[in-house]
DNA sequence: TAGTCTATCTATAAATC
DNA sequence: TGATTTATAGATAGACT
């Protein structure tokens, strides 16, 4: 869409390659923003630049919550299930684990100790529900103790 | 970009708002494989239809760690630490949880919960050296001494 | 390093198959 | 419905600031 055609691969040239991704990089966020609105859908993007700056856009629900319907509709449908070896992505438990650690990182305050605690009781209590693992039900019981005693 | 200028407002037309989301989302599909391969850069896109079905594109590295990021840098930057104010999403960690607490939900097998207390057992490491919170002290301990008893 | 300016290329709205 | 065609709006490459 400009002077000439581009094939697509990296631009080798910095300086270009620079100023490609400023603007294709808008380009990118303003479609994004109009599929949403135009169709009424759920769109939830993400841009990291090869220096590490961040550009981001969600549509009116929480990026989180766009996100977690990834593996849930991956698993459901036999047609997607082998989307790792297509070359796509998906959240997987593993990686999403990996995020609460690097949130929690940023916990600085005991006050967010206390709302993780809380959070954990909640994630316990929905894996009992499922695995009948006796191994969470005495961890659960243990996390009830600690809030209770408060200590 | 077609025969007539087009407001960016929702399509009152369940028909022709198909079938625009249909070819729109394959045209922001490519133009987010195109960014990322132009620019070296890491991109995540997910699109909800408002039917529900999803649809995804992520560069090299997984979606994950791409987003691992958001809420990182957006908590450096002074700049955006108000983005929720300006009408952005981002990735909190309450938000977070609840991803996890849903993929628990999937998690039906013995094998998922021992793994869910791995995962644990570093998140808690990490908590611990940061807010040096008694609780989490003691749950860890908790959370070790169950693995080694492997009950 | 981010705007402006065209020329030109691409995406897509509407029509048609 | 989905695929193809056509006309046109929109995006952007390259040059300049």
Known sequence: ????KVEIKRIEDKISRQVTFCK?????????RQLSILCESSVALVIVSSTGKLYSFSSGESMAKILSRVEI?????P???DLAEKGMNYLSQKELLEIVQCKLEEAK??????DFLKSLEEQLKTALSVTRDRKTELMMDFVKTLQEKEC
Chains 1, 2 share one sequence.
Do not use: F, V
């Not at 869409?1 to 000439?4: A, N």
């Not at 305050?109 to 206390?114: C, F, G, K, R, T």
């Open 79 to 81: 047609e997607t299930s």
């Open 1 to 4: 869409m400009g002077r000439r």
């Open 109 to 114: 305050s005991d006050n967010a100790s206390i």
């Open 24 to 32: 294709r990089r808008n380009g990118l966020l303003e479609k994004a």
């Open 73 to 77: 509709q991956q698993a459901d449908d």
